[in-house]
C-alpha cells in the first residue's frame, strides 16, 4: 500500500471538508443534479474518447495505484540473488518448488526451471512488459483526459445553474443566493475531481509504471543471468547498474 | 457501431439535459439568435481556417467514428489465414471469387487474383492507405479547431448579450435576468460542442485512424505472404506481430 | 478567389452583425476610442515585436491568401507536360515564345529556353522558393502574434473603462450600464479580431504556402526533366509522386 | 535606432494614454500602492529566478534593442569586401589603420593585421559570438519571465485591493468606486507591463539576437577569406551566402 | 548563501506586506481555514502525486538554493590548480592532507590520495554526480507542481467560501463583505505560493543545479589531470573550456 497516496488521498479530503465544516455544513455541498452533470459529463467524454476496451483496464490501475505496494528494485535483486545461488549449488530445475511471491518473478522462475531457451523467456516476458506497459499509458492518458474534463463539465453545470436563476429573479435575495451556491456547486465538483484526484493519481501512475516495468526489466535480466549459470556476484552487479542512483543512496 | 461513443453522446446529453429539467424547462435553453452566432462563428472560422476541399471530408470521416464498428485487426488477421489456406489448397486465382466483406481486402485479394507483381500490389494499396490518413489527420485537426472556436464563438455571442444589456438598463431586473441568462447561452452553447462534441469525437478519430491504418497495413502483408505462396501458418505468425499486446491479451 | 475563405469572413461578419441587429443596433457596437485602444494596441505591439522589413510583407501576404486561387498542382503538371511535348517535337528553346501564366513557371521556362544549366536553374528558382517561404513564415508568425494581442489589447481596454466607470458612480444605473457596454466592447472588438480573423487566416495562409511551395518544387521538377530531355511522360510520372494521395483521389 | 521599436512604443503608450484621456485623467490611473505592488513583485520574482549575474545583462541588452540600429549584414559584408580589396592591393598589414566602425570587425581586422594564425581568430572571435549569444539567451528568457510575472503579480494587487475593499464596505457606493477602481489598476499594470513591453520587447530581441550574430559569423567568415588572401570577388560571394534571401531581394 | 534569492524573497514579502498595510491591517489577510485549506490542498495533491522518498528530499533542496553559496566554478579551477601544483612539486600522495572546503572535491581529492586508478574514480564520483541530478531533478519537478497546485487550490477554497455565504445571505452587506474578502484569501494565499515561492525557486534551483552538475564535472577532469600527472597548466587550459563564455567575461 503506498502511504503517500492514503496520506494525500485523506489530507485532501480532510483539508476541504475541515474547511467547509469550520464555515457551514457538508449538507450544503451535496447536491445531486451536480453530481449527475459532472459526474455523467466526464463519464460521457471519457467514453467518446477512448474504445471500451482502453476503459474497462482504468479502474483496476489506479486501484493498483493506491493499495498496491510500490515495487522495491532492491529487495527484487536481492530476491533474484538468492534464487541465483540456489540454482549454483544446486540447479536451475530446483527453482521449481522455489516459493516466489512476486507473480512476473514466478513466471520467469518457471520458465527458467521448465529449460526454455533464453529467447523464447526474453520474448514471453518481453510480450507481458509490453502488454503492461501500453495499459499503464492509456490508464494515465484517460486519467488526464478527466483531470481537463471535470473543470470543462464543471463550468457547463455553473452555466446551466446561472441561466436558470436568471430566468427567475422572482424570489428574494435568500433564495438567490442558495440558487447560485448550487451552481457554483459543479465548479467545485470539477475542480475537486482534477486536482485532487484525476491529475495526482495520473502523475503516481507514471511514476509507478515506470519502477514496475523496472523491475520487470531487472527480473528478465536476472533469470538469463541464471539460465546462463553466471556467478550470483556477477549477476548482482548487473543487476545493480538497472537502480537508480537516488536508489542505491537510499540506505545511507 | 462504436457501442462506447454511442454510450458517451447519449450519456452526456442527457446529463445536460437532466440537469436543466431538474430545474427548469428546456425551451429556456433554446435561443435562435445565440444559435446563430455560435453555429454561425465557428462554421466561418472553419471555413477561413481550411480549404474546401478539406472540410467536405469531415462529416463522412465523423459518422463512420459514430456508426462504424472499429475493425477488429484480429477478424481480419483470421480472414486472411483462411484465404491463405484457401489460395494454398486451390490457388491463388481461386480467390477471385471468395466473398470478401471488408472493402479494402477485397481490392487485395482482387490484386492478388489478378496475378499482379507484389511491388505493383504494394504500390497501389498503399497510395489508399496514405489517402486515408491524409483524410483522417486532416478531419482530426478540423475536430480540434472546432473544439477551440466553440468557447471563443460562444464568449463573443456572450459580450454582444450583454453589451445589448447594459444599453439598456431600464427594465425591471426580471427582464434583465433574461437577457443575461439569454447572452451566457452562447458561452454555454460553446463548451458544449467543445467538450462533448467535438473534442472528444477528435479523440475517438485518432484512435481509430491508428486502427484503421493498422488493418490495411495487416491485409497489405497479408495478402503479400499469400501472393509468396507462404504457409498459412507462417502468415498467421507474422500477422499476429502487428497486434499490440493489449489487443492479444483481450480474450484472456 | 479562396470561395472557403471569402463565404467563411461573410458568414462570420454575418453571424455577428446579425446577432446583434436581433437585439438592438450597430451603432451601439461602435465607439471610436475602443477602436483606437485595440487597433492602436495591437499594431504597437506588432510594431515593438517584429522588424519593419518583416511587417510590410504582411498586407500582401494576407489579400494573396484571400483573392488568389489556390494553386492547384494538377493543372500544374498538366501545363509542364504540354510544355514538355512541345520541347520534345520542336526543341527546348521552342518554349521561348510560349504563353505561360504563372509567373514562376514564366521565369522557370525562360530559363530552360535561354539553355542555362541545370545547376544555375535550380539555384536561381530555389533562391525564390527560399524567399517566399520566408515571406510567408513570417506572414504567419506576425498574424498568430495578432490573434494573442487582439484579447489582451481588449483586456487592457476593458480595464481602463472599468477604472473610469468606478471612478465615476454617481449617475444613475443607466448611465453606468453604458459606460459599463463600452468597457466591454473592447473585449469583444479582441476577441472578434483574434477569433474570426487573424487566427483563422494564419492557418489558411500556413495551408496556401505549403501548396505554393509544392507548385514552385513541381515546376522546377519538371523544368529540370524538360532540360534533360527527358520523356513528356516519365516527367509526368514523377511530377504525379509530389501530389499528396488526397489531391489524386479529387476527382474521384 | 530601430524605427519600429520606437514607433511602437509610442503608439502603444498613445494608444492607452489617449483611451484614459477620452473618458478621464490620467491622474486616476496612477497609485503609489499599486505600482509597488506590481513593480516590486515582479522585480522579486525576477531575483528569485535568476543569479545577479544574469539580471544585471538585461538593462543593457533591452537598451540596444530600443536604440541601436539593427545591424545590416549586407553593409557589413561590403565594408568586408572594400578591406579585402584593400589588403589585395596592398597587404593584409595595411589594414591595421584602416577605420573599421563596428567593434566587433575592428577587433577581427586587427587581429588579421597582426597575423595571427586562422584557428586563433577563429577561437578568439567564436568566443565572443558565444557570450553575447548566452547574454542575449539570458535577457530574453527574464524578459519571458516578466511577462508571465506582470499578470500574475497584477492579480495578486488586485486581489489585496479587493480584501481591503471587502472588509470595509461601510462607505458609500463612491468610496466603494474608488477603492475598486484601485485594486483594479494593479491588473491594468500587470497587462500592460507584459503585452505592451516585456513580452514585443522579448521577441525583437529575439529577432536582433539572430541579426547579430549572424553578422559576427560573416565577419569571421570575411576576416579569414582575407587572412587567406582570397579574391575579394570570392570572399564576396561566400558571405552573399550567409544572407536568408528575404535580405538579398529587399532592394527589388 | 544566494544575495538574488534573498533579495527577491525579501523585496516579494514587502511588496506585499507593504501593499497590504497602505490600505489595511495583516490581520485582515490572515485565516486559518484558508491556510488549512490551500495548505492542506497542495501537501496533499504534492504527496498523491510522488512517492515518499521523492517529496523527503525536497526541503534540503530548497534550503540549499537559498542558503547555500552558488558554486563559483572560477573559485574551484584555481583551488585544482593549485593542488595540482603541489602534486607536481612533491606528489599525488601529499594531497592527502590538504585541506579542502568542497565536499566533493575532497572525496574526490582523497581518493586521487589513496593512488585508486582513474577508471574507478570516474566511476565512483559519476554516480555520486547522477544521484545528485535526479534529486535536483525532483525537486524542481515537485516545485513546478506546486505552482499548479497553489492557484487551483486556491480557488477551490474561495469555490468553498462563496458557497457558504451564498447559502447564508441573511447578514447585512458589512458582514457579506467579510465572508467574501475570506473566501478571496484562499485564491490570493494560492497565488502568492505559485508566483513569488514555488515558480522562482523552481527556476533558480534549475539554474543551481546546472552549475552543481558543472562544478562537479571540473572537478573530476582536474582529479583525472592530476592523476596522470598533467601539467598544471595544461590541467588549467582544460578546465577552462568548462566555463561558459559568460563566466569568462565576468571579470572584465
Same mark, same amino acid.
Given at each position: 500500500?503506498?502511504?503517500? %497516496?492514503?496520506?494525500?488521498?485523506?489530507?485532501?479530503?480532510?483539508?476541504?471538508?475541515?474547511?467547509?465544516? !469550520?464555515? @457551514?455544513?457538508? &449538507?450544503?455541498?451535496?447536491?445531486?443534479?451536480?453530481?449527475?452533470?459532472?459526474?455523467?459529463?466526464?463519464?460521457? &467524454?471519457?467514453?467518446? #474518447?477512448?474504445?471500451?476496451?482502453?476503459?474497462? %483496464?482504468?479502474?483496476?490501475?489506479?486501484?493498483?495505484?493506491?493499495?498496491?505496494?510500490?515495487? *522495491?528494485?532492491?529487495?527484487?535483486?536481492?530476491?533474484?540473488?538468492?534464487?541465483? /545461488?540456489?540454482?549454483?549449488?544446486?540447479?536451475?530445475?530446483?527453482?521449481?518448488?522455489?516459493?516466489? /511471491?512476486?507473480?512476473?518473478?514466478?513466471?520467469?522462475?518457471?520458465?527458467?526451471?521448465?529449460?526454455?531457451?533464453?529467447?523464447?523467456?526474453?520474448?514471453?516476458?518481453?510480450?507481458?512488459? *509490453?502488454?503492461?506497459?501500453?495499459?499503464?499509458?492509456? @490508464?494515465?492518458?484517460?486519467?488526464?483526459?478527466?483531470?481537463? *474534463?471535470?473543470?470543462?463539465?464543471?463550468?457547463?453545470? %455553473?452555466?446551466? @445553474?446561472?441561466?436558470?436563476?436568471?430566468?427567475?429573479?422572482?424570489?428574494?435575495?435568500?433564495?438567490?443566493?442558495?440558487?447560485?451556491?448550487?451552481?457554483?456547486?459543479?465548479?467545485?465538483?470539477?475542480?475537486?475531481? !482534477?486536482?485532487?484526484?484525476?491529475?495526482?493519481?495520473?502523475?503516481?501512475?507514471?511514476?509507478?509504471?515506470?519502477?514496475?516495468?523496472?523491475?520487470?526489466?531487472?527480473?528478465?535480466?536476472?533469470?538469463?543471468?541464471?539460465?546462463?549459470?553466471?556467478?550470483?556476484?556477477?549477476?548482482? /552487479?548487473?543487476?545493480?547498474?538497472?537502480?537508480?542512483?537516488?536508489?542505491?543512496? #537510499?540506505?545511507?
Amino acid at each position: 500500500m503506498d502511504i503517500a %497516496t492514503i496520506v494525500g488521498l485523506i489530507l485532501g479530503i480532510a483539508s476541504v471538508v475541515g474547511s467547509i465544516l !469550520a464555515g @457551514g455544513t457538508l &449538507a450544503a455541498f451535496i447536491d445531486v443534479a451536480s453530481v449527475v452533470v459532472v459526474g455523467g459529463g466526464v463519464t460521457a &467524454a471519457t467514453f467518446i #474518447k477512448w474504445p471500451l476496451a482502453q476503459i474497462k %483496464t482504468l479502474p483496476p490501475v489506479c486501484m493498483k495505484s493506491i493499495f498496491n505496494e510500490a515495487p *522495491d528494485p532492491l529487495q527484487v535483486i536481492e530476491k533474484i540473488q538468492s534464487l541465483a /545461488e540456489k540454482a549454483r549449488k544446486e540447479s536451475v530445475f530446483a527453482l521449481e518448488n522455489e516459493p516466489v /511471491e512476486d507473480e512476473f518473478m514466478q513466471k520467469a522462475v518457471k520458465l527458467a526451471a521448465d529449460n526454455r531457451p533464453p529467447e523464447v523467456i526474453t520474448s514471453i516476458l518481453q510480450l507481458e512488459i *509490453d502488454a503492461l506497459g501500453e495499459r499503464h499509458k492509456s @490508464g494515465i492518458a484517460i486519467l488526464k483526459g478527466v483531470a481537463e *474534463d471535470g473543470p470543462a463539465m464543471g463550468m457547463i453545470g %455553473t452555466l446551466i @445553474g446561472l441561466v436558470l436563476m436568471l430566468q427567475n429573479l422572482s424570489g428574494g435575495p435568500d433564495e438567490l443566493g442558495k440558487s447560485m451556491a448550487v451552481a457554483m456547486l459543479t465548479t467545485f465538483y470539477g475542480a475537486v475531481l !482534477a486536482n485532487m484526484f484525476a491529475g495526482p493519481i495520473a502523475n503516481k501512475l507514471a511514476f509507478y509504471s515506470e519502477l514496475e516495468l523496472l523491475k520487470m526489466n531487472i527480473i528478465i535480466a536476472g533469470v538469463l543471468g541464471i539460465v546462463a549459470g553466471e556467478n550470483p556476484r556477477v549477476i548482482r /552487479e548487473k543487476l545493480d547498474s538497472f537502480l537508480p542512483p537516488g536508489q542505491r543512496t #537510499k540506505e545511507e
